[in-house]
T-cell receptor, first 113, second 118 residues
Framework: AQSVTQPDIHITVSEGASLELRCNYSYGATPYLFWYVQSPGQGLQLLLKYFSGDTLVQGIKGFEAEFKRSQSSFNLRKPSVHWSDAAEYFC???????????FGTGTRLLVSP | GAVVSQHPSWVICKSGTSVKIECRSLDFQATTMFWYRQFPKQSLMLMAT?????????EQGVEKDKFLINHASLTLSTLTVTSAHPEDSSFYIC??????????????FGPGTRLLVL
């Protein structure tokens, strides 16, 4: 069965500093991978996705993620964090396709001044 | 972008009562919608797949008689928590991939409904 691990429950980053959120997945075939952001009162918003092709994926809001098959990882990065990036971030893998999703437990990002 | 709404955004009910949660796609049609449940500080867990015009498909361990799903139209799915108990208190989220082909790579999430059962 598919599973997703986000080892960091909380991360605090200074505004302007770089960010990397870790995600490891378990899946037998080529995975469909996603990163979502959840802000209070708003629905999950898709940051980026990987289905195939270039392993470095660009997303919205300046985020990118790199798929590394050898490490079963899909880490999310941003070179310079803004205070508005404070939110909960979820990594997900498509189960039996790309619509039914299995989510990780999330990483809460705190941005310090 | 496409919008998915949920109503109500929060609800408090007494134990033993039933609660209906609506999920609407406001500017697109969706043959399929998904219902998730999120416990505090935990991940979203897929509960069921709602299919327009047919029965919902429930994930293993989810009681279909407890969580009734009706996908009455291409823009509306409802989740009814029957005879709710305090352990049903949670955050319920729906999502909808646009279209009727089942091939949409993108899906849109509602803002969630917080249910508190006293």
């Amino acid at each position: 069965a598919q599973s997703v691990t986000q080892p960091d429950i909380h991360i605090t980053v200074s505004e302007g500093a770089s960010l990397e959120l870790r995600c490891n997945y378990s899946y037998g075939a080529t995975p469909y991978l996603f990163w979502y952001v959840q802000s209070p009162g708003q629905g999950l918003q898709l940051l980026l996705k990987y289905f195939s092709g270039d392993t470095l994926v660009q997303g919205i809001k300046g985020f990118e993620a790199e798929f590394k098959r050898s490490q079963s990882s899909f880490n999310l990065r941003k070179p310079s964090v803004h205070w508005s990036d404070a939110a909960e971030y979820f990594c997900a893998v498509g189960a039996t396709g790309f619509q039914k999703l299995v989510f990780g437990t999330g990483t809460r990002l705190l941005v310090s001044p | 972008g496409a919008v998915v709404s949920q109503h109500p955004s929060w609800v408090i009910c007494k134990s033993g009562t039933s609660v209906k949660i609506e999920c609407r796609s406001l500017d697109f049609q969706a043959t399929t919608m998904f219902w998730y449940r999120q416990f505090p500080k935990q991940s979203l867990m897929l509960m069921a797949t709602s299919n327009e015009g047919s029965k919902a498909t429930y994930e293993q361990g989810v009681e279909k008689d407890k969580f009734l799903i009706n996908h009455a139209s291409l823009t509306l799915s409802t989740l009814t928590v029957t005879s709710a108990h305090p352990e049903d208190s949670s955050f319920y989220i729906c999502s909808a991939p646009p279209g009727t082909s089942g091939l949409s790579e993108t899906q849109y999430f509602g803002p969630g409904t917080r249910l508190l059962v006293l």
